[in-house]
């Protein structure tokens, strides 16, 4: 659950009762002489830059604020390496950050943690056109990457709405989903090497592995997801597929979730190679993206239940725009939708987007309750109803002065993710005890994820056994152990 | 390095330097009775019935045999995994088996060790038309899973020339690649879940994974590729695509390997996403292989230095066919290759490709010594060149009595994946010792994988360092001590 609130608060106080580990040493001149030794000026920020220290202590959801007095910008693998040595045998907690856009507290400190930013390691290492195989620094911006490949005529194979603040090794550490997904699968299929340094300071990597090695255990995929908690991603090898040559979408209305469902199935079949997004909204996030993009016109006449975004792209405009006119004229034939749109020029296209990509400001206008989960196909959108009823039927929902304004999902349906926003005019105890178990609860009744993009952090810590076994639990447990016995990465997280 | 000899040798004399566990439990009666009182006879086959034993002990090259006297075929999870807690327990050395078409040495014991067959767990757990995910029992056939993917309008994102033998379980424990990995990637990216029962009968699952989860280390990427070294896998689920509805290749004679890369990175731009495999063989390969298909017409009119086979696979054969027509023209009008040739029909698609697949029996016909690397594109021909040049100045290519018929090389471009083959009519020490440590050396020093896809096994267990630096070697043996700390499971090899 995130709250959204416009005052960040100190996570130590806002969680009293998560409290400073006592063996974690206290920062002093010796340890920043030390690093004043391998760095230079512009790679140490301390406490007398107060306001620009501030901004790596808060989150981007502003809902944690850390107490960090030192943010380390070091330029280089071995500096990174050297420092993480220092704060192992010294005992001083770490906590490494990428862009800081993640939405769940992992890249923020909860107390005096030094932040170790990677935003100084920023150059593309290589590209080669021949294989896709694109390498860079952690740092490195996702648009500057999409650009660079973008000109190179391929493409990252991962978007994000945070495409312009957050760090490719970011993306990896978090195991970002994004609006790719359907087309080009996973990072743990997409990154192909990665070059990481261990609590001690040593450095793995897989950096120059291949497109195929079956020499061993995978061990990189370990630390895609890892949110920087057994080591610090310094160096990503990933690969770019070819640019498409044509985009299309279609925007339509729709009446019930089983025909969302048979779409989605008609479309994977019919529309198949060329298919790169299928994307849903309910009435009620349209509705509340309609009083947002005020001055635009809702593509289509009537209103519905459900719409769905489908986007195609492909390397021949008329190829598949044969395809899509195709498809969409018989699923209007066979009624699987009652009213719907194609683009008409790359124009209409974006605008069509539009209605997709404002789903989450416009549910944000009062703040929100958010959750962010996985779960099969057949129950995506039943959690949303369940959560609805239940504070329906607790008489929170209507008009001022009640609190709750809508409750409302929206997502990827080829990934079989849900966003769940309760758009609220005030945060109250009410509601968060209407909504929590119960929405872990009901995930975990049905074997769903109650992560499904955003990753654990510090928000979900101690929700784990929702979505995943004891055994299991265990087993990541000594992983943790394993990687940083001294537990000085990215501490009061994760496991 | 695999050694084709018509005739199986003990390991144990071939390999003297290896040496039976001394810890390890010799079976006895009681260890019997136990396995008697878990299982049914036709879930335990012993000593007695010996021919039937032999096959179990045999690998698919007929390089490895073992001795085991016990092969357990248990139909269940939790059979599996009392099997494994007695094991454990009592120090009985197992080693898990799938189809037994591994080419490693990985799927067959040593010594004694009793073989774990998963041939009994063969079902279809489930399969979700919407989502595409495919449940199945690790034992059951590859090609069984494609009837029924078939049967289904879907496909098994991955192909192997031995599906008619291998298991899934098997695929996903080698982290096969095969004929698709192209277009749909590699299975660190397509599994979306896993059973597996650990050496001390524990079971950790992830089998209801969805296809995106974000609570924790991905525990289950470890497994993937492990050969049954850290648990036995007994569930898969895996993401099954929609099967295309068209399929054409093309079949062209080129005369260097910078024009092969040309074309490849011409093909992945223009045929793009219906792109599915690009396969290449050089002009000893294509020798061989005429030889080999003595009756059958070669489809070009002259030879070349290399041919490749460009396939496609899509949803609408129109389309794929303007696409690949319009590819075939501009290629050979800007000369990318000297003749090429386009399937008329879906036979003559059929006749293409049996000239790719024929390669490998074409070679290994007089026996032969087969490597399976990976190495940057630009790389990847150079090692049979190598290869070849060091071999011809020594004298031993040629007519017979020279020892060697041909050093050839093929495989697959997309994946930056070669096969080299010496076909041989003799195996002699003076070739052995020109090949080894030559061809890993050289590998190295192109920071290339000296196994691309056919895994680690018994064959390359001392030769990880070619392509692993001694860190990634300490972590991953960090991971067999924590996951199998007596060492029963598939001893003598990997790691």
Excluded at 213 to 230: M, R, S, V
């Amino acid at each position: 659950m995130t709250i959204q609130t416009p005052v960040a608060q100190l996570t130590a106080e806002a969680y009293p009762k998560v409290t400073r580990k006592t063996d974690f040493k206290v920062i002093d001149s010796t340890d920043l002489n030390y690093f004043h030794s391998i760095l230079s000026n512009d790679e140490i920020l301390e406490a007398q830059s107060s306001e620009e220290l501030a901004s790596f202590n808060q989150d981007w959801m502003k809902k944690y604020r850390g107490q960090s007095h030192l943010v380390l910008l070091p330029n280089s693998t071995e500096k990174v390496s050297k420092i993480m040595k220092y704060c192992n045998d010294n005992k001083l907690a770490v906590v490494p950050q990428g862009g800081n856009t993640d939405l769940v507290g992992a890249s923020v400190p909860v107390f005096d943690e030094i932040v170790l930013s990677l935003r100084n390691m920023n150059k593309v290492r290589s590209f080669d056109p021949v294989s896709g195989t694109f390498k860079c620094d952690a740092g490195v911006v996702m648009r500057d990457a999409h650009q660079f490949l973008h000109d190179h005529d391929h493409i990252f194979p991962l978007d994000l709405p945070s495409r312009n603040n957050c760090h490719v090794g970011g993306v990896v550490s978090t195991n970002a989903g994004g609006l790719n997904l359907l087309r080009y699968g996973s990072l743990h299929g997409n990154v192909l090497g990665l070059e990481v340094v261990l609590p001690n300071g040593e450095i793995i990597s897989s950096i120059n592995a291949l497109r195929k090695d079956n020499t061993g255990y995978d061990l990189k995929q370990l630390f895609i997801g890892a949110e920087g908690t057994i080591g610090v991603i310094t160096g990503v090898s990933i690969l770019a597929a070819a640019k498409p040559k044509a985009f299309n979408a279609i925007f339509c209305g729709i009446e019930n979730f089983d025909i969302v469902q048979d779409l989605f199935v008609k479309a994977k079949s019919e529309l198949s190679e060329i298919l790169s997004a299928f994307e849903f909204m309910d009435r009620g996030s349209v509705e509340m993206t309609i009083d947002y993009l005020k001055d635009m016109t809702f593509p289509l006449q009537n209103h519905h239940n459900f719409y769905v975004l489908i986007e195609t792209s492909g390397s021949n405009k008329k190829h598949d725009d044969e395809k899509l006119n195709a498809f969409l004229s018989s699923a209007l034939e066979s009624k699987l939708f009652s009213e719907g749109v194609i683009a008409k020029d790359h124009a209409d296209y974006e605008r069509l987007w539009t209605w997709r990509k404002s789903v989450p400001p416009a549910c944000n206008i009062n703040g929100g309750y958010k959750y962010d989960m996985s779960l099969q196909l057949k129950d995506l959108y039943s959690v949303c109803e369940a959560v609805t009823k239940r504070l329906d039927e607790a008489g929170l929902i209507g008009d001022a002065p009640k609190p709750i304004v809508k409750s409302v999902g929206y997502g990827h349906v080829g990934d079989g993710n849900i966003h769940l926003n309760i758009a609220v005019r005030v945060f109250t105890k009410e509601i968060e005890g209407l909504l929590e178990p119960f929405v872990y609860e009901y995930i975990a009744s049905k074997k769903g994820s109650i992560s499904a993009e955003h990753g654990v952090g510090f928000h979900k810590k101690g929700h784990l056994h929702y979505s995943r076994s004891d055994i299991e639990i265990r087993f990541m447990k000594d992983v943790k152990k394993h990687y940083d016995p001294n537990g000085i990465l990215n501490p009061y997280k994760y496991i």
